[in-house]
């Protein structure tokens, strides 16, 4: 499964790299893309993540999933 979703805070490919990373340790979550122009994060995942669990991993940073 495919979701998008825009994470506010990230300016360079070293914002880009740390919501990677962070996300790549939610369990359900296989793969993460960044799109950093359009400040968006693409995830494959075998069920739908609710943003507030995004959110979560993100709580000690400098971004925002909205």
């Known amino acids: 499964m495919k979701q998008e979703v825009t994470v506010n805070g990230m300016t360079c490919q070293g914002c880009a790299n740390a919501v990677k990373t962070k996300f790549e340790k939610i369990k359900g979550i296989d ?3 960044i799109d950093l122009e ?4 693409i995830l494959e995942t075998e069920i739908e993540i609710p ?4 959110q ?4 000690d940073t400098n971004y925002e999933v909205v």
Not at 38 to 41: D, G, I
Not at 51 to 54: I, N, Q
Not at 56 to 59: A, I
């Open 56 to 59: 979560t991993v993100l709580e």
């Open 38 to 41: 359009n400040k968006k994060a």
């Open 51 to 54: 943003k507030d669990s995004l």
């Open 31 to 33: 793969s993460v893309k």
